[in-house]
């Protein structure tokens, strides 16, 4: 990106001079760091590949115009906060589609069931990034089992067990109290444990 | 993150995780760096387009502020209109009509003739 001289205001409008590529780069290197667990934890929660993208996209937008000048110590709850958000944004305007979608699909699927029992057979093209490992199974069994926690009880599982943040930071991150970190993370843990104990 | 006190169920779980990051696909990782390289490129610019308004903005408002204490300040300039300057601008106006000229020149006589009017009928 070159730089650009605006005649008539005098202004250097510069994104990429040799201060600003300094001035961002530990940002870099934080998003860098951290963007594959953000798509993660978004396509956990949205299943869907490109939804993901966009949220990690606006969560990075979002992070770096709001909390871009903070200090690096507080970047990663503050990004993860922005990325919370994003998802409950998501949530929210898929809820009502999605109450439809069950509805309308529940129907279909009954139709469809009593026709042709092929179509009750599981759908293995879309097994999601885990199941292209070499443990296929336990790596199905555990995305389909925190698919299947409740939203909050999956941010705080993966903010505080996969991603490492303390207890106070998970709550920064999901905006409530410590205590609700606690209770949260005490449930998924209880319901992780039972569907996966097996594949140890 | 291994960490002895964790039960290996979720030792395993997050080592899963950890391999499903590493194992995403070339096209994923090509949209989130351009993504990233997105929100970062907008970071410098934007402030400094907000600085340049505030310095324009800084300026205009020192011009006014200058302009109005210069005209408050100005010697001699009374404060507030007084009711002198209506009479003033109503004689400007008399000298200003030519029918009245001769009458400027000749106020010496006029009064002197007032007062010889005055004294005969006293």
Redesign the interface.
């Known amino acids: 990106?070159a730089a650009t001289l605006y005649p008539m205001?005098g202004?250097?409008?510069?994104?990429?001079?040799a201060p600003?590529r300094d001035?961002?780069r530990p940002?870099?290197a934080f998003?860098?760091g951290v963007?594959?667990?953000a798509?993660?934890v978004a396509e956990l929660a949205t299943g869907q590949?490109e939804d993901a993208?966009d949220l990690?996209?606006e969560a990075?937008?979002g992070?770096?115009?709001r909390y871009?000048e903070r200090t690096p110590e507080e970047w990663s709850p503050l990004f993860w906060r922005v990325l919370d958000s994003r998802i409950h944004d998501w949530y929210r305007r898929h809820s009502v589609r999605s109450r439809w979608t069950a509805w309308l699909g529940r129907r279909d699927a009954d139709d469809e069931e009593s026709a042709d029992p092929l179509l009750a057979i599981a759908d293995g093209a879309e097994p999601?990034?885990?199941a292209?490992?070499a443990?296929r199974e336990?790596?199905s069994a555990?995305d389909a089992a925190l698919r299947a926690l409740p939203l909050r009880q999956r941010q705080a599982f993966?903010l505080r067990?996969?991603e490492?943040l303390d207890v106070a930071q998970t709550a920064t991150a999901m905006r409530c109290s410590e205590g609700s970190v606690k209770t949260h993370l005490s449930r998924a843990?209880s319901r992780?444990?039972e569907q996966?104990?097996s594949?140890? | 993150?291994n960490r002895p006190d964790r039960?290996?169920?979720?030792e395993?779980?997050?080592a899963?995780?950890d391999?499903?990051?590493d194992?995403?696909?070339a096209s994923?990782?090509s949209?989130?760096?351009r993504?990233?390289q997105?929100?970062?490129?907008?970071?410098?610019?934007?402030r400094?387009?907000w600085i340049?308004f505030g310095a324009?903005g800084v300026a205009a408002a020192l011009v006014l502020a200058f302009g109005i204490a210069r005209q408050v300040a100005k010697p001699g300039m009374p404060a507030a209109p007084v009711a002198a300057a209506g009479t003033q601008a109503d004689g400007d106006d008399i000298a200003a009509d030519d029918d009245n000229a001769e009458l400027v020149e000749d106020l010496d006589f006029y009064a002197w003739l007032d007062a010889r009017q005055t004294d005969d009928r006293g």
Not at chain 1, 11 to 17: G, I, K, N, Q, T
Not at chain 2, 7 to 10: C, H, M, S
């Open positions: 990106m205001t202004f250097e409008f510069v994104s990429d001079s600003a001035a961002t940002l870099e998003l860098r963007e594959r667990r798509w993660r590949r993208l990690v996209q990075m937008l992070f770096v115009s871009g999601g990034p885990l292209r490992l443990d336990a790596g555990l993966l067990m996969w490492g843990l992780l444990r996966l104990e594949y140890q | 993150m039960e290996p169920w979720l395993r779980s997050l899963l995780l391999q499903s990051v194992a995403i696909d994923t990782l949209r989130l760096a993504a990233r997105h929100a970062l490129a907008r970071r410098p610019a934007q400094r387009v340049g324009i």
